[in-house]
């Protein structure tokens, strides 16, 4: 096989078994950093033999023992340096040998947990919005920095810099390689969900530079969400998610001219829709209503894009059940009505939309906040006749 051949090999393989790869590592070395660090030499390791002995028969179980043996050494150097400055002694040697043994079998252990520890890691609140994607790109998506940076349009010195500070404000907190449970589970969801969206997005509709759409970014967020379907089968708003990326995915080859400009939804060749795609969209959004989320706010876009996707031609769009049914549930739509009814002076309308909302709202905190404001309404002066 050619040299050029198999650096192509080691770029599809790197794509695909990266993820596991991280994510097998952070989890027994507890740092998402260093075990970055430790795939990449694996990778380099790979470059440097593979273009010489040919790529292996399974070259992502090779790469993982590379990288195993990698951080065995890494602990062995640890302990060692330990044993000179005579701090632990015999215990060092026997927690080295424990910890070898427990490092061997761990990775055996099945994946698909260690990739949902990754994503709950890489998204975690305590870093900032454009460090959660540039972090999820790099760990999950298999970008380099340089990608990422021409993915959105920035300085590739700046994602570099938001990578490693986002590796050390993971360290500095010292955040847990594991799944939340329980009440912190939803707002970490949130958090991993925000972030493959903010990735679709940017696919989708650029925010900024000569192209309208950026596919690889659609593709790359598609693909995280199908993963984390698979890792979280219960959580109807992830199936939400992903129902509504795979109907908007479906118009990518519609929405843009021979030239590269615009073309806006009712004008679109609807025969140059994927069906596939939309298949695939109609059958997750099922299953979200079916697990009862089909008031969740990417379930409710899902819902409206299907609208859209169910149509053969625009004039057969069902703008009825856009307008009123998949919304008329949806509690945030009653509170914007009534936050704008209260800045008119209108207190008792307001007042009723407050209500409504906390009616249909299953969050608590929420709940409080809107009874709170239907009260505040409440107790405003009647309008002077």
């Known amino acids: ?99 070898v043994a427990d490092l061997e079998a761990a990775v055996e252990d099945d994946i698909g947990d260690d990739l949902l520890r990754l994503m709950f890691t890489a998204c975690h609140p305590v870093l900032s919005s454009e460090a959660r994607v540039a972090l999820t790109l790099r760990l999950l998506g298999g970008l380099t920095t340089g990608e990422i940076a021409r993915a959105f349009l920035v300085p590739e010195p700046t994602v570099a810099q938001r990578i490693v500070r986002a590796r050390r404000a993971l360290a500095e907190a010292r955040v847990p390689f594991e799944v939340p449970r329980g009440a912190e589970l939803a707002g970490r969801l949130s958090s991993v ?19 309208w759409m950026r596919p690889a970014l659609c593709e790359d967020a598609l693909r995280l969400g199908r993963v984390l379907a698979g890792l979280a089968p219960r959580e109807a708003e992830v199936h939400g998610l992903v129902a ?32 596939l795609l939309i298949r695939r969209g109609l059958a997750a959004l099922a299953l979200v209503e079916k697990l009862g989320g089909a008031g969740g706010p ?55 939309e407050f209500d409504r909302a906390a009616a249909l709202t299953k969050n ?21 006749r």
């Open 193 to 211: 969900l925000e972030v493959i969206y903010l990735v679709f997005n940017e696919g989708y509709s650029a925010t900024a530079g000569d192209d």
């Open 1 to 99: 096989m050619a040299a050029t051949d198999v650096h192509r090999a080691i770029d599809a393989v790197w794509r695909i078994e990266s993820a596991r790869l991280i994510a097998g590592l952070a989890r027994i070395v507890r740092d998402v950093g260093v075990a970055e660090d430790l795939a990449q030499d694996a990778l380099v390791a790979a470059l440097e033999r593979w273009p010489g002995s040919g790529v292996p028969d399974n070259p992502g179980a090779w790469l993982m023992a590379t990288a195993k043996n990698r951080a065995i050494d890494r602990l062995r150097r640890a302990a060692l340096a330990e044993r000179k400055h005579g701090e632990l002694g015999r215990e060092v040697a026997r927690r080295e040998e424990t910890t």
């Open 298 to 352: 990417y379930a409710l876009q899902a819902a409206i894009a299907a609208c859209h996707a169910r149509a053969r031609f625009p004039e057969e769009t069902d703008w009825a059940r856009i307008a009123e049914p998949s919304l008329a549930r949806y509690h945030l739509l009653s509170s914007v009505r009534g936050d704008l009814l209260a800045k008119l002076g209108r207190f008792d309308e307001a007042r009723a």
């Open 244 to 275: 509504l990326m795979e109907i908007q995915a479906s118009r990518a080859r519609a929405r843009v001219g021979p030239g590269g400009a615009p073309i806006l939804l009712l004008d679109q060749n609807r025969t140059h829709w994927d069906q």
């Open 364 to 384: 608590g905190p929420e709940r409080a906040l809107l009874l709170d404001r239907a009260a505040a309404c409440a107790r405003e002066p009647a309008p002077r």
